[in-house]
């Protein structure tokens, strides 16, 4: 089992920026992928970033350029930096980790909005 909690969430004005944790505890092994994903109102979860143990990494379209996924395996711990923040990035962020197991955290807010 994994558990993956998530921290750092809030609300920022538009152009501002975020730092997403998320910390890994329980049965995390190599090799394996840590990622984010998102999901706004009415809409399906999407991934945001991955990275794999081996630094692979993998971002959506539409983060490009203003999201940077970065990790501390040492420490178990996966972050997000949320750089130019819009209104479209307003959602339910999830940390999640693929290994031999897949888990989920709970999911922290982000809300873009003067």
């Known amino acids: 089992q994994v558990r993956l909690v998530e921290s750092g969430g809030g609300l920022v004005q538009p152009g501002g920026s975020l730092r997403l944790s998320c910390a890994a505890s329980g049965s995390i092994f190599r090799p394996n992928i840590m990622g984010w994903y998102r999901q706004a109102p009415g809409k399906q979860r999407d991934l945001v970033a991955a990275q794999t143990s081996s630094g692979t990494t993998t971002y959506a379209d539409s983060v490009k350029g203003r999201f940077t996924i970065s990790r501390a395996d040492a420490k178990n711990m996966v972050y997000l930096q949320m750089n130019s923040l819009g209104p479209e990035d307003t959602a339910v962020y999830y940390c999640?980790?693929?290994?031999?197991?897949?888990?989920w955290g709970q999911g922290t807010q982000v809300t873009v909005s003067s």
């Open positions: 999640n980790y693929k290994g031999q197991i897949t888990g």
